[in-house]
C-alpha cells in the first residue's frame, strides 16, 4: 500500500513537472542563438548556439578573426571560451519573421590570449538605427554580468548588429549573440509617467528602443536563463534594498502562483519571481542610472503574504513622487491571492544631464490611507523589479550620438578624396597583414573569409568616429 501511494506521489510529480515545465516553454518565431568565433555549435541550458563560422548571414570587412581564450576556468561556459574579433567594421544580420519587439542579448568576455590583446577593444555597437553600446571595451560594470540586453522594435525585414573599432587601432568583439521575438504583451504601449508635478499617460512606448539596466528577483535568489519564461536572469535586491523600517521581512510561497488574463502572464514574470517578495511598513530600493534618459519602471507584485483578500493596501512612489495612492492588489487581480500584477512608470532624467556624477532612480512602498488597522495585516510588499532605460532623441542609448554619425564617419567632406585614397592603402595593407598574419599564426587563428560587402563598409566606415558629448 505504501509502495502504491508512493508510486502515485511519484506519477503525480511527474505529470506536475511536465505540465510546468511544458507552460514554460514559450516558443518564439525568431530565435537565433549564435556561438561567435566558434567552429562548432554549443549547448548552454539546454539552448543550442550555432557556429558563425557557417549558418548565420555574417558579413565583415577584412580582419576578422576567431579567437579561442586561453588559461580559462573548466567551469566557464562554452559560449565565452571564443568570441570573434574585428579590426574593422562588420555586421550580423537576422532575417525576423515577426513584426515587433525582439530582444537582442550581446555576450561579452574579454577572453585572454597571446595572439590577439583584447586590452585594445574599445568599440560602438548599433542595431538597426540605434546605438546601443559606445566606446566599449567588452567588459561590464559589473564584471560578474557577461550580458548586455536590448529591447528592439522591428518593423519589417531584419535585425542588423554593426559592430564598430572606435578607432584604426582599436579591436571590436562579441563571443555570442541571442535575437529573439518578444511576447506580444512583453510592453505595452502606455505607462504612467511620474514627476514632481503628478502623473500622467504616457503612449508610444512599445516603439522605443531600450536596455535592461536592472532586473531584480526582491527578496529571492538569482533566477538564470534556465528557469526563466524568456531565458532572462534576475538577480537578489540585497544591494540595492534600503532598509527604512526594521519590521521588513522576506517572504517565501510554496503554492502555486495564479496566473490569470488581466495580470502579468508567465513571460512577464516567472514563478521564481512571483513567490518571493518583501513585506514591510516603508521600504525602497535605489538604482544608480546615467542621466540624460527616460527610464520605464516595471514593478513586480504578488501578494502571496495577506491571510485574506482586501486587506492589503499601500501607496506607491517613485523618487519621492506618488506614483500610485492606495494600491489595491486584491481588487488588481481580480479577488485572488497569489496572482500575480505590475505596473509600468516612466520617470525623465533627459533633464538631470548636468549631474555628471549620474543619478538615481528611488522605487519606494509605503502604507496608505487606507492601510488596515487589523494586527494581521500586511503594509506594503514588492516581488520584483526592472529598469529600462530608453533611447534618447537621437535613437541612442549611449550618448549623444546618431548611427549615422557612428558608421559614416568621413572627418569632412573636403577631405574625402584623401580619405578614400588612405582608406585603398590600408585594404592593400591590411591584405598584407593578413597574409603575413596567416602565415605567422597559421592554424590557431582561422580567418573568415565570407561574401561580404567590403567596399561599401570601407567606404563608408574608416572608424574615425569623433563625435562626442558636446
Ligand atoms: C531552477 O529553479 C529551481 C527551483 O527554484 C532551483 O532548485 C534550481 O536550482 C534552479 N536551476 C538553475 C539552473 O538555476
Ligand atoms: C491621506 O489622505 C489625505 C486626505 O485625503 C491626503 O492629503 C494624504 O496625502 C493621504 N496620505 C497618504 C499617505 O495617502
Ligand atoms: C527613440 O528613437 C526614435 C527614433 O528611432 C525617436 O523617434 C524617439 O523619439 C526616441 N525616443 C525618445 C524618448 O526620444
Not at 349 to 359: E, K, Q, V
Request: charged content about 20%.
Amino acid at each position: 500500500m505504501a509502495i502504491l501511494s508512493r508510486r502515485i506521489v511519484f506519477l503525480f510529480s511527474v505529470i506536475f513537472l511536465s505540465s510546468s515545465i511544458s507552460s514554460l516553454s514559450f516558443s518564439p518565431a525568431d530565435e537565433y542563438l549564435v556561438n561567435c568565433g566558434s567552429n562548432v555549435d554549443s549547448t548552454v541550458d539546454n539552448r543550442r548556439f550555432v557556429s558563425d563560422a557557417s549558418k548565420v548571414k555574417f558579413f565583415s570587412s577584412e580582419g576578422s578573426v576567431s579567437l579561442q581564450g586561453e588559461d580559462l576556468a573548466p567551469n566557464v561556459p562554452q559560449i565565452y571560451r571564443t568570441a570573434r574579433v574585428f579590426a574593422r567594421q562588420a555586421k550580423y544580420e537576422f532575417n525576423v519573421r515577426e513584426k515587433g519587439t525582439h530582444m537582442v542579448r550581446l555576450h561579452f568576455n574579454r577572453l585572454s590570449s597571446s595572439q590577439i590583446d583584447l586590452n585594445d577593444a574599445e568599440f560602438h555597437v548599433t542595431v538597426n538605427g540605434h546605438v546601443v553600446l559606445r566606446n566599449f571595451n567588452g567588459n561590464n560594470d559589473d564584471s560578474s554580468s557577461k550580458v548586455r540586453e536590448f529591447l528592439i522594435w522591428v518593423d519589417v525585414g531584419e535585425v542588423v548588429v554593426r559592430f564598430v573599432p572606435s578607432e584604426d587601432s582599436k579591436l571590436a568583439f562579441v563571443n555570442a549573440i541571442e535575437v529573439i521575438s518578444a511576447p506580444k504583451d512583453l510592453i505595452a504601449d502606455v505607462a504612467t509617467s511620474v514627476s514632481r508635478d503628478g502623473t500622467g499617460k504616457l503612449n508610444g512606448l512599445g516603439k522605443q528602443a531600450m536596455e535592461v539596466v536592472y532586473r531584480i528577483n526582491v527578496g529571492g535568489r538569482k533566477v538564470t536563463p534556465f528557469n526563466d519564461t524568456l531565458w532572462r536572469t534576475w538577480v537578489p535586491d540585497d544591494d540595492l534594498f534600503k532598509t527604512v523600517d526594521a519590521s521588513s521581512h522576506k517572504a517565501y510561497f510554496t503554492g502555486r502562483i495564479k496566473y490569470r488574463p488581466g495580470g502579468a502572464s508567465r513571460e512577464v514574470g516567472p514563478d521564481n519571481v512571483y513567490n518571493t517578495a518583501r513585506v514591510g511598513n516603508a521600504m525602497s530600493w535605489d538604482f544608480p542610472v546615467s542621466t540624460g534618459y527616460k527610464y520605464l519602471i516595471r514593478m513586480h507584485f504578488c501578494d502571496i503574504a495577506s491571510k485574506s483578500l482586501g486587506m492589503l493596501y499601500f501607496n506607491v512612489y517613485i523618487n519621492g513622487n506618488l506614483a500610485y495612492q492606495d494600491f489595491d492588489i486584491s481588487d488588481a487581480t481580480g479577488y485572488v491571492l497569489a496572482s500575480p500584477y505590475y505596473m509600468d512608470f516612466v520617470v525623465d532624467l533627459t533633464a538631470d544631464s548636468n549631474n555628471p556624477l549620474g543619478s538615481s532612480i528611488t522605487v519606494s512602498v509605503g502604507p496608505s490611507n487606507k492601510t488596515s488597522v487589523d494586527e494581521h495585516r500586511v503594509d506594503a510588499m514588492l516581488n520584483g523589479v526592472e529598469i529600462m532605460k530608453m533611447n534618447n532623441s537621437m535613437g541612442s542609448l549611449d550618448g549623444f550620438v546618431s548611427t549615422d554619425m557612428i558608421l559614416t564617419s568621413c572627418p569632412n567632406r573636403r577631405n574625402l578624396s584623401i580619405f578614400i585614397a588612405m582608406m585603398a592603402f590600408m585594404c592593400i595593407f591590411m591584405s598584407f597583414y593578413v597574409v603575413v598574419q596567416r602565415k605567422k599564426v597559421r592554424d590557431d587563428i582561422s580567418w573568415t573569409k565570407l561574401p561580404m560587402d567590403v567596399r561599401q563598409d570601407n567606404l563608408k566606415s574608416g572608424n574615425q568616429f569623433s563625435a562626442r558629448k558636446p
